[in-house]
Nanobody, 123 residues
Framework: QVHLVESGGDSVQAGGSLTLSCTVR????????MAWFRQTPRKGREPIAR???????FYAESVRGRFTISRESRKNILSLQMYNVRSEDSGMYYC?????????????????WGQGTPVTVSS
């Protein structure tokens, strides 16, 4: 059984930086395709970054060049470094895992979710 616990959400001024963390409790993070999603009233829940066990990454156009997703395999942690944040980056951020898909080869749904951590960007 796997549990995801996010942390790091905070209020930050536009142009600032923030790092979110997701601790994977249970199997090793190497077993999963991992991702960060963002939920807002306007756009609903959307994927913003994805990490495969072979270090392949994917970013949504809205965050590419400003956000960095990374894994610390020894600590079983997924991170999201956010730079030059904008007001539109505000939202609830969720960590998600897709089981038995370490290289993000599947197009299936993510089956494990954390509880979310809130980010508020003020201008």
């Amino acid at each position: 059984q796997v549990h995801l616990v996010e942390s790091g959400g905070d209020s930050v001024q536009a142009g600032g930086s923030l790092t979110l963390s997701c601790t994977v409790r249970g199997p090793p993070i190497s077993s999963f395709c991992m991702a960060w999603f963002r939920q807002t009233p306007r756009k609903g829940r959307e994927p913003i970054a994805r990490s495969a066990n072979n270090d392949d990454t994917f970013y949504a156009e809205s965050v590419r060049g400003r956000f960095t997703i990374s894994r610390e395999s020894r600590k079983n942690i997924l991170s999201l470094q956010m730079y030059n944040v904008r007001s539109e980056d505000s939202g609830m951020y969720y960590c998600a895992a897709r089981s038995s898909d370490p290289y993000c080869s599947s197009t299936g749904s993510f089956d494990v979710w954390g509880q979310g951590t809130p980010v508020t960007v003020s201008s």
